[in-house]
């Protein structure tokens, strides 16, 4: 399964990280998770273009989430494809009709499919097997953990892959990531920052520390972390993290 970092940002643009977009590959399949500003033009430059993938599963509905869902439909339009599955947490259907009432002439134009999911039980999303935990989010979402096409002897819940959305850390999602190859989280500050709704590295230290986790992926970066990327690692790792601690860039591509 690869995961290419699509966008690492946030709602405030900086010139080189687009807002929230990942793209998983395994066997011949793509789903995009997140399209933020600026991720159908990440998508463009992939093997799979957007013209290649099918469904797009959201974490939540914020709009540096979301921003490009409807441009990616009018592309696809445009491209000659004929369907997109939007698969998302309670609400999605209802974001998504709003999102045509304003630009009706793209209703119809393609088969549009629309699934709402919980927490409650595991699901498929573009033949990922995927669970879901909530999170703790000034907005109601989900995080993911994935487990590739055709893995017989992997459940979605002991999946390789664990996306965290939008949150707060907090022992819940750790125990939702343990045993994860790869977490991608949120860390969208660095330490001495007022904030609340997302973790900051020693908060996010704090919470994995003692948790099997392999590599760790900090996303969702606004401005603030520029040029504080090294301290932002080394402070996750100082409270109490034992794997490897990588900030996202746009266009990182990890094999999981």
């Not at 494809?81 to 134009?109: A, F, N, Q």
Request: net charge negative.
């Amino acid at each position: 399964m690869q995961l290419t970092v699509l966008g690492s940002g946030s709602a405030m643009a900086v010139p080189d990280r687009v807002q929230a977009g990942y793209l998983l590959e395994a066997d011949g399949r793509s789903l995009l998770v997140d399209c933020g500003s600026g991720v159908l033009q990440r998508l463009a430059g992939t093997d799979p273009g957007y013209e290649g993938v099918s469904t797009v599963l959201l974490t939540h509905h914020h709009l540096d989430h979301v921003a490009a869902l409807l441009p990616l439909v009018k592309a696809r339009w445009l491209a000659g494809e004929e369907h997109l599955e939007i698969v998302g947490p309670t609400g999605t259907k209802s974001l998504v009709d709003g999102l045509l009432d304003v630009h009706d002439y793209i209703d119809g134009r393609i088969d549009l499919a629309i699934r709402e999911v919980s927490a409650a039980r595991e699901f498929s999303a573009g033949g990922f097997d995927v669970a879901a935990r909530e999170t703790r989010h000034s907005m109601d979402g989900l995080a993911y953990r994935f487990a590739p096409p055709d893995a017989d002897d992997l459940g979605p819940a002991d999946g390789p892959l664990t996306l965290s959305g939008d949150t707060e850390a907090f022992a819940g999602m750790a125990a939702f990531a343990d045993g994860s190859e790869v977490l991608v989280h949120d860390c969208s500050f660095p330490d001495g920052v007022d904030v609340s709704n997302h973790p900051n590295p020693t908060t996010l230290g704090e919470s994995l520390a003692g948790v099997d986790v392999d590599r760790l992926l900090l996303s969702h970066l606004y401005p603030h972390t520029g040029g504080r990327e090294r301290e932002m690692a080394e402070s996750v790792r100082a409270a109490g993290f034992g794997g490897t601690v990588e900030v996202a860039s746009d266009g990182l591509r990890l094999e999981v």
